[in-house]
């Protein structure tokens, strides 16, 4: 077992609250899994204050919840399923450690691309044998977003190749001509978008609607590490640009760094 701290101190949090699994949504008799997990690490990476989290038990926790097919599960030993695959990716990349990983283990970084193409029907689906959603665009496609980004880090970082072959991903794993496709199509006339087609709108599928749709249209810059920050305005599409692995804008993430970095 391992320890996760939280308390209220402003600036150490690591003598009030442990867990030994992963965060819980509540101090007592709660459920913890990989979505607290990565709740506390958003806030530590907004508030740019780590204490509360030991990032080698976190990172070690992360990967026990590995599925055999390469994705993450809520906790260790359930099913790889598309919500805890963000969760698990983008912790791991807000902790620094995502790179670590692929380097540590490449079998499972191709095995997890592997199964986030699979689950492109028109849209995404959240895991095997499962309808398309709307939430899974942002589900799927972000994590896939950050695994792309790792390993160009990692290949550019890269001396040489063991098997004597660079491997390359392609920027068009996704059909995202498709994946805008069936997005758009679950708009509905009153405002807002749906899960799936014809079903009524909300507040979540909304969000995540837009943000994919704003991550699609930078979809090739983030894949190349792209700095210049301009969107790419295809199908008059005109969204802010987000940060993916907290799916804020990316000004937003200027702000809460220049706020809680400030002297």
Known sequence: SFFFFFGSDSTNYSHFYKCTTSFQCISVGSEHDMRFLYCACAISSMLHNWSAINIPAATSYITSCKSYDGAFA?????????????????????????????????????????????????????????????????WIGGALSLLLQANASFENNSSNN????????????????????????????????????????????????????????????????????????????????????????LDRTAIFQKVFTAP
């Open 74 to 138: 809520l906790i260790p030993g359930q099913e790889g399923h598309g919500g805890s695959t963000f969760c698990a990716v983008a912790s791991l990349k807000l902790m620094g450690q995502l790179e670590h990983v692929l380097i540590r283990d490449r079998t499972w970084f191709w095995s997890l691309v592997r199964w986030c193409v699979a689950r492109q029907i028109k849209g995404m689906q959240g895991r095997p044998n499962k309808n398309e959603d709307t939430c899974y665009s942002y």
């Open 162 to 249: 063991n098997d004597g072959e660079q491997q390359s991903v392609s920027d068009h794993l996704l059909d995202l001509t498709s994946l805008k496709e069936y997005v758009l199509s679950c708009q509905t006339d009153m405002g807002g978008f749906s899960k799936t087609f014809g079903a009524a709108p909300d507040l979540l599928h909304s969000f995540y609607s837009l943000a994919w749709l704003s991550l699609s249209n930078s979809y090739n810059h983030n894949i190349h590490d792209d700095t210049d920050g301009d969107n790419d305005d295809r199908d008059n599409i005109s969204l802010r640009q987000l940060d993916c692995a907290l799916g804020i804008p």
